[in-house]
């Protein structure tokens, strides 16, 4: 059985945890937990002084997890942090016939694995140690050196000192990444993800004050693969971006659009990386030119060489879908300015070019926002108008922060609401009075209708910000990828969300199609993770104002949904036949301004 059988008797549960009232909850929902599923377990609560600190608390694990071993020695014992869970113990760990099996540092990728990527080897959180010889004696080992080391560290340190005295002798089984519960990226083995990762946040705090090991120089090298000095100080100008004051973080992104670091700081596609860097912008640089033979020819090069990979799919979507747009329709081109971004492209900002093509039935053609002198251009959806130059024509574009840089000289034929139109007249720009996000006329692009018996569930889409949170959903509950660009693919997603009963999203773009179509829904942010998502939700003010719905602003809610009543949090709003009028008089006017301007260039 794929998601588990009948459990075994000699399989043993164990944890901790002190009185305060989140782990004590935390506790308390483990145990409901593990005894639905009929597992053993031994959770007990440790005491806490006064004045001891969770460095402290943590070393207590090793002791009381070699105390378990030491009673139960012929049964399998698993750790699990305390504000963990499982929705199902698999066959494959349940029966593991490994010393020790677990999970990568950081739920990492086989691709990744060892020491190159990470100082420790282990995920301490779930781990399981089986009843053999060598697996006791690695406990032991670890509880030697937890009592006879006398550095400040946590429990991680002193197992990662006994993993690596003991790695010669161990046979160990890797869980797959894929098992952790709740992330958006969803596994297509056929198994299910059982395992929940909780964090109570002590981790960030104290990681500065505990014992670190450190990499080594080899292991340096094998982590940057070589790296040339510009991917390191890539790297740091990454960790740079969200550390730093306003009044220095302006200037910095001022500074990084205007010489084209933004296109190298921002995530292109997810981390295990199967295509060079170099591969990755040839195909891209070709797709973007419409040179659909030299596309088609690199991916029938990749195909000969090895089986495509996820990441190789991912980066071949993107591809199709920028060949999608300009050689599709007839006419010139026009040059659109769109955030593409992270491949195979976010829902939202992929609606410009779809938009922008259906209407005019011309193609359209990628413009780089840091193309120095560039020629006249579009801009329409997303909140892009910080990369808004002399030469661009602004269709319902917006601003994601009101600390933004404003072109007073670009043309703006309208934006996305008076919130964006007030920063802009505050600059020395126009004043525009023409507002609406260009997704709002999608209905008249992509007529689909809703049923009238809808499938009786709902629907989740989260802003790609928000992908890897552990998220603990409700039966009734189905997710939905906002990753995608192919205008197929687009239309594929919007007739499933016409046939629930209404949508939950942090995703704006999706609210509004919701609103365009008629779909109740609700957006939401989550508890710790308000900030994921950029801007300071100017955006969400802009947007309503613009197209006359009432104000709403995300709704704060926890990562486990199930015992939330979730149709509270949803609303009824539709966008107005005036307001899409006007929005599609607005696009016709800024195609035909675009003509205006690029026509002495064609002569």
């Known amino acids: 059985m794929p998601f588990g059988g009948p459990l075994p008797a000699d399989v043993l549960f164990c944890s901790f945890h002190t009185p305060d009232d989140y782990y004590a909850q935390s506790a308390q929902n483990l145990r409901r937990s593990l005894d639905r599923l009929g597992i053993a377990h031994e959770i007990a ?112 340190f002193f197992f990662e000192e006994a993993w690596r005295k003991n ?16 992330r958006a990226d969803l596994p297509d083995s056929g198994r299910r993800p059982f395992f929940y990762f909780g964090s109570s946040g002590n981790v960030a705090t104290f990681k500065g004050l505990a014992a670190q090991h450190s990499r080594s120089t080899a292991a340096a090298r094998a982590l940057s693969g070589g790296a040339k000095p510009k991917s390191v100080a890539l790297q740091a100008a990454r960790r740079l971006q969200g550390a730093l004051p306003r009044r220095v973080a302006v200037p910095l992104r001022r500074l990084s659009d205007s010489i084209g670091l933004t296109e190298y700081l921002s995530p292109t596609m997810p981390a295990s990386r199967e295509l060079s860097q170099r591969s990755i912008y040839n195909l891209v640089h070709e797709a973007r030119s419409g040179n659909r033979e030299a596309v088609e020819a690199r991916i029938a090069d990749i195909s000969s ?48 070019p779809l938009i922008l093509q259906a209407h005019a039935g011309r193609p359209v053609r990628f413009q780089r926002h840091d193309e120095i002198g560039a020629g006249p251009h579009l801009m329409a959806v997303g909140s892009i108008g910080r990369f808004a130059q002399k030469s661009s024509i602004l269709v319902g574009t917006g601003f994601s922060r009101a600390d933004t840089e404003i072109a007073p000289d670009a043309t703006y034929i309208s934006l996305r609401g008076p919130h964006s139109a007030q920063l802009v007249a505050e600059a020395g720009g126009p004043r525009v009075e023409r507002f609406g996000d260009p997704a709002a006329i ?35 509950v189905d997710e939905l990828s906002v990753l995608l660009s192919r205008r197929a693919d687009i239309e594929s997603l919007i007739g499933t969300l016409l046939q629930y009963d209404a949508v939950l999203t942090s995703a704006m773009h999706v609210y509004i199609t919701c609103h365009a179509y008629g779909i109740p829904v609700g957006l939401i942010t989550f508890e710790g993770f308000e900030d994921a998502v950029a801007g300071d939700r100017i955006k969400y003010r802009d947007y309503a104002a613009g197209v006359g719905l009432p104000e709403r602003l995300p709704q704060t809610v926890g990562l486990d949904l199930r015992h939330r009543a979730l149709t509270d949090l949803v609303e009824h709003d539709r966008i107005s036949e005036a307001a899409m009028d006007d929005i599609e008089s607005a696009l016709t006017e800024a195609v035909a301004a675009y003509d205006r301007a690029a026509r002495p260039l064609m002569q």
């Open 45 to 156: 609560e440790v005491p806490k002084a006064p004045g001891e600190e969770w460095l402290e608390i943590c070393r207590k694990k090793i002791p009381f997890l070699y105390s378990v071993c030491e009673s139960n020695p012929k049964r399998k014992i698993f750790w699990i942090d305390v504000d963990c869970d499982i929705d199902y113990l698999p066959d494959f760990v349940s029966g593991f016939s490994a010393d020790i099996i677990g999970f990568q540092r950081g739920f990492g990728h086989p691709m990744r694995i060892g020491y190159a990527n990470s100082a420790r080897f282990w995920e301490p959180c779930f781990w399981g140690i089986n009843t053999t010889a060598a697996a006791r004696n690695y406990i032991r080992d670890a509880r030697a050196a937890c009592e006879t080391m006398t550095m400040r560290a946590t429990d991680d």
């Open 167 to 182: 790695a010669d002798q161990l046979t160990f089984q890797m869980i797959p990444s894929s098992m952790l519960l709740g």
């Open 305 to 352: 060489r090895r089986l495509l990979g996820k990441t190789d799919r991912v980066v071949i979507g993107a591809a199709m879908a920028f060949l999608d747009h300009v050689t599709s329709g007839t006419g010139a081109p026009l040059p659109l300015l769109w955030w593409d971004k992270p491949y195979p492209g976010n829902y939202g900002d992929w609606l410009s």
């Open 442 to 476: 999608l209905p008249r692009l992509i007529p689909l209708e809703r049923p009238q018996a809808t499938n009786g569930r709902l629907a989740l889409v989260r802003h790609f910000a928000h992908r890897k949170l552990s998220l603990r959903l409700p039966e009734q």
